[in-house]
C-alpha cells in the first residue's frame, strides 16, 4: 500500500524540468511581446529570445536577463535580418499578385513558381535566425544559404518544422492570446532545437566522409608509392 504513494511525488519530479520550462517559455514570450511593442524593436526583441532559447532546456532555468542580452548584443544584425528576409516575402509577394492578373499557360507556371518559392524562402528562413546567432560570422546571406543546406539535407526535418510551426500559428490564430502568452517561443524553441541538431549531425557525418577520404587518399598514396618502388 505505501508503494504507490512513494511513486507519485517521483513522477510528479520527472515531470518538474519541463513544467519549469514551460513557465520559462511563457515567461520569455511575454517579455518578447512587451519588447516588440515600439515594433521597431520587433527583429531585436525576437534575436533575444532565440538567444535565450537553447539554454531553455529540461533541468535549466533561463530567465528575462538572457533575452535582454541577445537583445542588446545582437540588435543590429537582426535588425538587417528582418529587413532583408521581410524585403524578400515582399518582393515575392508582389511577383505572386503581378502573376496572378495574367492568363495563359505561361501565368500557371509562374504562378507556381512564385509558390514554390515563397515556401522555400520560408523553409530557408526558418532556420536563418538560429544560424545566424550561432554563426561566428554574422553574415545574414551565409546564415540562409546555410538554412538552404539543412533543407537539402534534412529535408525531413525542415518539413517537420514548418508543418508543427504552422499548426501552431493556425491554432494561434483561433485563440490569439496564445501569441502573448507562449506562440512566439514555442516556434522559437522547436526551430532552434531542430537548427542545433541538424547542424550536429551534419558535422558529424561532413567528418566521418572527410576521414574515409583521407583514408582512401592516404591507402592510394602507399599503393602508388610501392609500385614505384
Known sequence: MTKPEKSKPAELTKFKPYYQTILTLIELNLTWFVMSIPIITLFPALGGLYTAIPACNPGKQ????????????????????????????VVLGVLLWLFLTLEGGFALIAQITAIITIVLWTAFNQFSLPLLLIQKKKHILFAIRNG?????????????????????????????????????ALIAQIQTQATLKAVEEIRQEDATRDAIKSHHESKDHSEDTGLQQ
Open 62 to 89: 533561463v530567465g528575462r536577463h538572457k533575452l535582454y542580452d541577445g537583445f542588446k548584443q545582437f540588435w543590429s544584425i537582426t535588425l538587417l535580418w528582418g529587413v532583408v528576409v521581410s524585403l524578400g516575402f
Open 148 to 184: 538552404y543546406v539543412i533543407c537539402i539535407r534534412r529535408p525531413l526535418t525542415a518539413l517537420k518544422v514548418i508543418l508543427t510551426c504552422l499548426l501552431i500559428t493556425a491554432v494561434s490564430i483561433l485563440w490569439p492570446p496564445l501569441w502573448v502568452f507562449i506562440s512566439f
